[in-house]
């Protein structure tokens, strides 16, 4: 059983590395599951014994990039706290807006095609949320609870990780207005929208001005980063 475990686990692998090649060479409308079969040295009908389709394959792929973020990696390690909190929308903000604004157009187009399967079968879009979920909600929550009884934040009046979507949803929407090379909206320089999108969207989550004003200003500085993360260890 081991010995057949390990040699699924490989193969997915294999299959994983080849699709990486195909996404990068083609991007993700010009691959199909026959390239990646092809270039992985399978049938196709094997490669759909590991992964039911093309945006399986690439969920998959994106999900593992996330996973292998060495800061989102020690964020996701701290103890749940206001602070973790925080830092968890700022990176969201961060990211998003730097896909808008920066030069890397595989990242842009990702953003696309995470908007375009909403429009389309949605199948993408489902499996990339649940992967988002599966990674950081348990630590979002978490986080909300230990605000919440430190008196940090209200508390949640439903669903808690309904908050942690609803702020993922208004970053992805802001930073859809910032990537054509025209913006639509003329939000003004990254670093002020950084700033608003954070306290907009931690008041929305339920913090208080205090909360927001004490860790959102500590969280902006690299001393402060290496405070809380040594403070939390």
């Known amino acids: ?30 691959t199909t599951t026959k390239s990646v079969a092809a270039a992985a040295a399978i049938s196709e009908a094997l490669l759909f014994k590991h992964f039911p389709s093309k ?24 103890e749940p706290s206001t602070a973790t909190l925080v ?61 919440v009884a430190a008196g940090d934040a209200a508390p949640p009046r439903s669903e808690p990780l309904n908050l942690f979507w609803f702020a993922h949803h208004t970053v992805l929407t802001a930073a859809l207005t910032r990537l054509p090379a025209t913006p639509c909206l003329a939000y003004g320089k990254a670093d002020d929208l950084e700033r608003q999108l954070c306290e907009f969207l931690l008041r929305g989550i339920g913090l208080n001005d205090a909360a927001i004003a004490s860790h959102l200003g500590r969280a902006s500085t690299p001393e402060a980063k290496e405070t809380a993360i040594a403070e939390s260890a």
């Open 1 to 30: 059983m081991t010995s057949l475990r390990m040699t699924s686990d490989l193969r997915r692998q294999l299959i994983l590395g080849a699709a990486k090649r195909c996404f990068a060479r083609h991007g993700y409308n010009g």
């Open 55 to 78: 945006a399986a394959l690439y969920a998959e792929i994106l999900s593992e990039e996330c996973e292998a973020d060495p800061e989102l990696a020690v964020l996701l390690e701290r």
């Open 87 to 147: 830092e968890l929308i700022r990176g969201m903000v961060q990211y998003f807006v730097e896909i808008a604004d920066g030069p890397d157009q595989e990242e842009a187009q990702r953003l696309r095609l995470m908007v375009t399967s909403h429009l389309d079968d949605g199948e993408f879009a489902r499996l990339l949320y649940a992967k988002v979920e599966k990674l950081i909600g348990t630590v979002f929550v978490a986080s909300l609870e230990r605000a």
